[in-house]
């Protein structure tokens, strides 16, 4: 089993700063089989990125992925008061699909 | 538009049973791979199960390898979980998503399992 571990587990800025998170996995994700959801208070998660860089459909480009093998990222260049929130990343490249814990973007 | 509609959560014993269903519309369902998600009160998502669109390949997680089942029915554009033997920490909202990558997601159903 693919372990993901995220950091940090909360992540403290205010709006307009830059977002970098982090996502390590136990071993390599294949094919970079690799997404990042954000999860609201009380909603279902959103898929932001698959494929480990790209967006989904009707993500901002202010959202991007990078990373390969054992290291992924998530960056948002200037955050939106609607970015705080969970996110979570996803390997879905073998079974089972494992999430990591989250981290937690919080407005500073 | 598509849309996932979970249903059957509810209030369980420990060492009961229960069956979720997710009602599919806006796509074509038989076209795609499903998945059951789910997240216990205050926690993070996990992953339960995996099933590919003609039923071909399915994947569990070890947490709930032989109690729980996954199904689809894709006349009915329907997909399940068959949850047998619950125990108190399978206590958690049950989503459904289309994928993987999880691109649409359900609202969700919450199961208790308490005495």
């Known amino acids: 089993e693919i372990v993901l571990t995220q950091s940090p587990g909360t992540l403290s800025l205010s709006p307009g700063e830059r977002a970098t998170l982090s996502c390590r996995a136990s071993?390599?994700?294949?094919?970079?089989?690799l997404a990042w959801y954000q999860q609201k208070p009380g909603q279902a998660p959103r898929l932001l990125i698959y494929?480990?860089?790209s967006r989904a459909t009707g993500i901002p480009d202010r959202f991007s992925g990078s990373g390969s093998g054992t290291d992924f990222t998530l960056t948002i260049s200037r955050l939106e008061p609607e970015d705080f929130a969970v996110y979570y990343c996803q390997q879905y490249g073998s079974s089972p699909y494992t999430f990591g814990l989250g981290t937690k973007l919080e407005i500073k | 538009e598509v849309q996932l509609v979970e249903s059957g959560g509810g209030l369980v014993k420990p060492g009961g049973s229960l069956r979720l269903s997710c009602a599919a519309s806006?796509?074509?369902?038989?076209?795609?791979?499903m998945n059951w998600v789910r997240q216990a009160p205050g926690k993070g998502l996990e992953w339960v199960s995996s099933?590919?669109?003609?039923?071909?390949?399915?994947y569990y997680a070890d947490s709930v390898k032989g109690r729980f089942t996954i199904s689809r029915d894709n006349a009915k554009n329907s997909l399940y979980l068959q949850m047998n033997s619950l125990r108190a920490e399978d206590t958690a909202v049950y989503y459904c998503a289309t994928g993987p990558p999880l691109v649409s997601w359900g609202q969700g159903t919450l199961v208790t399992v308490s005495s």
């Open positions: 071993q390599s994700v294949s094919s970079s089989y």
């Open positions: 806006g796509f074509t369902f038989s076209s795609y791979s």
């Open positions: 494929g480990a860089s």
């Open positions: 099933i590919s669109s003609s039923s071909n390949y399915i």
